[in-house]
């Protein structure tokens, strides 16, 4: 019973690169959540999907970033033209339904160098 | 705006007492609670919860108490053991309709059980 997948685990870029995160959700869940976690900091809300819509993004930077979650496949979430300051934890969750309890993938690591 | 607070950074204690970890919170439409566990390099998970209609829930050695009139909610552990060792995050979610999903997390207490 695979819980919620995340790769890459670890994403070096140099800025000015793109790099995409991808979430895998729990068996039967179709709700999806993307947090960020900066150093010394609680997980702060990005962005909540369902599959092929955006629900709500209202912590999701305005430009450089974006998400998606397909009919098929895993949730991207992609950030253009990194830059040092996106050096941070991103954490996806994925719940069965609203109001479910959310449950969370081991993050991915990404330093931008 | 931290809507929740954990105001201990740390705590430590004596493995077979109780670590009791606080969290306030200023939002008064939150009306979910939840309580994450930490390990280094590895994602939140998800420990207990409590629904704002009730003042207790228990689940084993861990039990949340929330008291909304102080909007404070805290997370007993009894007995501590060295495998509870981590850092644990308190949040919060709001009613539906009156938000969304999210969840707003707090920076986290680090929690020390010495054996």
């Known amino acids: 019973n695979a819980g919620v997948m995340q790769n890459p685990r670890h994403l070096v870029r140099r800025r000015g690169q793109e790099a995409r995160l991808r979430c895998s959700p729990m068996k039967g869940h179709s709700h999806v959540y993307w947090y960020r976690q900066l150093p010394e900091e609680g997980l702060k809300f990005m962005v909540y999907?369902?599959?092929?819509?955006?629900?709500?993004e209202s912590g999701m930077p305005k430009e450089r970033f974006s998400a998606e979650f397909p009919k098929e496949g895993p949730s991207i979430l992609r950030i253009q033209q990194v830059v040092r300051g996106d050096s941070a934890a991103y954490f996806c969750?994925?719940?069965?339904?609203?109001?479910?309890?959310?449950?969370f993938g081991p993050g991915t690591r990404l330093l931008v160098l | 705006d931290q809507q929740v607070k954990q105001n201990s950074p740390s705590l430590s204690v004596q493995e077979g007492r109780i670590s009791i970890l606080n969290c306030d919170y200023t939002n008064s439409m939150f009306d979910y609670f939840l309580w994450y566990k930490k390990y280094p390099a590895e994602g939140p998970t998800f420990l207990i919860s409590?629904?704002?209609?009730?003042d207790k829930n228990e689940d084993g050695r861990f039990t949340v108490f929330l008291n909304k009139s102080a909007k404070h909610l805290s997370l007993h552990i009894v007995p501590s053991q060295p495998g509870d060792s981590a850092v644990y995050f308190c949040a919060a979610n709001r009613k539906p309709g009156g938000g969304s999903e999210k969840l707003v997390f707090g920076k986290g207490t680090k929690l020390t059980v010495n054996p």
């Open positions: 999907l369902q599959k092929e819509n955006i629900i709500d």
């Open positions: 969750a994925s719940s069965r339904g609203q109001q479910e309890t959310q449950y």
């Open positions: 409590i629904s704002s209609i009730k």
